[in-house]
């Protein structure tokens, strides 16, 4: 399989990196390889600078057949046994009126007051996720489930594919349910079952258009 990376994203490419594709010829199923050279003869097209990258699958059954167009991800890192859930739990935030009244109490109490430089201030609570710098931990929030209304609980958030992230920490809600969005002013939108799960997909790169090469 011959990729187009672009230089963007060839620093995080090697020789041996696991790698799998689809084939729009095999809807469904996923095939397998790695990485076995990057080619130092650069393309630009429309400004924009390519590396061919050339993947080695096993195909002695001969069904990739030359040119099928094949969308490729390759693997940057991976994890297993731990807990993750959806971004989409980790970016929902409640209404005044969905969090429990004495825990939107205590969040009140325990807001600050910043002061920008032109005086005008902003009020921000602790609990709010925040992304750390270099060699620091990230943090989310994810909102549980209490009744008619929802807690917050500060997780530590790790490798992320765009979809899930790990996420770890002290108090993770494991047999609760989970917020993940609203479905409409007072219906809240929550997981049917329980979002944790000990086992981590593989971490890719952005995808890349790629060509089978006999």
Do not use: C
């Not at 710098?133 to 008619?148: D, I």
């Not at 349910?177 to 329980?194: D, P």
């Amino acid at each position: 399989v011959w990729v187009a990376v672009n230089e963007a994203d060839i620093g995080k490419i090697y020789s041996g990196q696991p790698v799998t594709f689809t084939v729009d010829a095999y809807p469904g199923e996923n095939f397998v390889g790695k990485v076995s050279k990057i080619r130092l003869n650069a393309s630009m097209t429309s400004n924009v600078v390519t590396y061919t990258v050339e993947i080695q699958t096993d195909n002695s059954n001969a069904r990739l057949l030359p040119y099928l167009s094949a969308n490729v991800q390759f693997e940057l890192s991976s994890k297993s046994n731990v807990y993750y859930v959806s971004n989409s739990a980790l970016r929902w935030n409640p209404t005044e009126n969905l969090i429990d009244p004495e825990t939107l109490k205590t969040l009140k109490a325990e807001k600050t007051v910043v002061h920008n430089g032109n005086g005008s201030a902003n009020s921000s609570s602790n609990v709010a996720g925040k992304n750390g710098g270099a060699g620091e931990a990230s943090y989310g929030t994810l909102w549980v489930v209490k009744g008619s209304y929802v807690y917050p609980v500060a997780v530590v958030t790790g490798q992320t594919d765009g979809s899930i992230t790990q996420v770890s920490g002290d108090n993770l809600p494991l047999d609760k349910k989970i917020v993940t969005g609203i479905t409409s002013n007072t219906a809240v939108q929550m997981s049917s079952a329980n979002p944790f799960i000990p086992k981590m997909p593989s971490r890719r790169g952005r995808s890349g258009g790629g060509h089978p090469h006999p």
